[in-house]
């Protein structure tokens, strides 16, 4: 018989695993590693679940441990596994430019440095503030805004946004 803790993350992990697994597809590449990653950082949330204490906290908490997990992963010289194959993507009938720029996008996040890479998927994917990503990485604002910056001039010299503009900068800041 479960307790309230189990049912309550059971019920959590039911709801947003597959929001988890595509930011860390984000992260990742995608694959086996997004995977990984997700499972290891759901690990790590249910072995915290008592510290967490809001069900709303979880996704946050496991978010966080996610992208720790893989900056952490990034550090070390050997990265295990290695997919031997990868699944191709089955696209909707008129998506095909979406998901060639989807892949093109993954393509070069994946070439990013994962500190870079984790920035802009908080950024832009979870929408987080530069004080909230600065809070999940443990570095300042001003890291998080030079990482975005390296990060967009990548995506930029890929074709994959576009330059900015004084007229684009006023409207956005």
């Given at each position: 018989?479960?307790?309230?803790?189990?049912?309550?993350?059971?019920a959590?992990?039911?709801?947003?695993?597959?929001?988890?697994?595509?930011?860390?597809?984000?992260?990742?590449?995608g694959?086996?590693?997004?995977?990984?990653?997700?499972?290891?950082?759901?690990?790590?949330?249910?072995?915290?679940?008592?510290?967490?204490?809001?069900?709303?906290?979880?996704?946050?908490?496991?978010?966080?441990?996610?992208?720790?997990?893989?900056?952490?992963?990034r550090?070390?010289?050997?990265?295990?596994?290695?997919?031997?194959?990868q699944?191709?993507?089955?696209?909707?009938?008129?998506?095909?430019?979406q998901?060639?720029?989807?892949v093109?996008?993954?393509?070069?996040?994946?070439?990013?440095?994962?500190?870079?890479?984790a920035?802009?998927?908080?950024?832009?994917?979870?929408?987080?503030?530069?004080?909230?990503?600065?809070?999940v990485?443990?570095?300042?604002p001003?890291?998080?805004?030079?990482?975005?910056a390296?990060?967009?001039?990548?995506?930029?010299?890929?074709?994959?946004?576009?330059?900015?503009?004084?007229?684009?900068?006023?409207?956005?800041?």
């Amino acid at each position: 018989m479960r307790d309230g803790r189990d049912e309550a993350f059971t019920a959590f992990m039911d709801a947003r695993y597959r929001s988890l697994l595509r930011t860390a597809t984000l992260l990742t590449g995608g694959g086996a590693k997004a995977e990984d990653l997700t499972q290891e950082a759901l690990l790590r949330t249910y072995r915290a679940w008592h510290r967490i204490g809001r069900i709303e906290a979880a996704e946050a908490y496991t978010r966080t441990t996610m992208v720790r997990l893989l900056v952490k992963d990034r550090r070390r010289r050997w990265h295990g596994e290695i997919p031997a194959e990868q699944l191709p993507e089955i696209p909707l009938p008129g998506s095909e430019d979406q998901l060639v720029t989807g892949v093109a996008v993954r393509e070069v996040l994946r070439e990013l440095p994962a500190a870079q890479r984790a920035v802009l998927v908080l950024r832009y994917y979870h929408q987080l503030s530069e004080k909230e990503i600065a809070g999940v990485l443990g570095c300042s604002p001003g890291t998080v805004k030079s990482r975005a910056a390296r990060g967009l001039a990548a995506l930029r010299d890929a074709g994959l946004v576009l330059p900015a503009t004084p007229e684009r900068s006023a409207a956005h800041g």
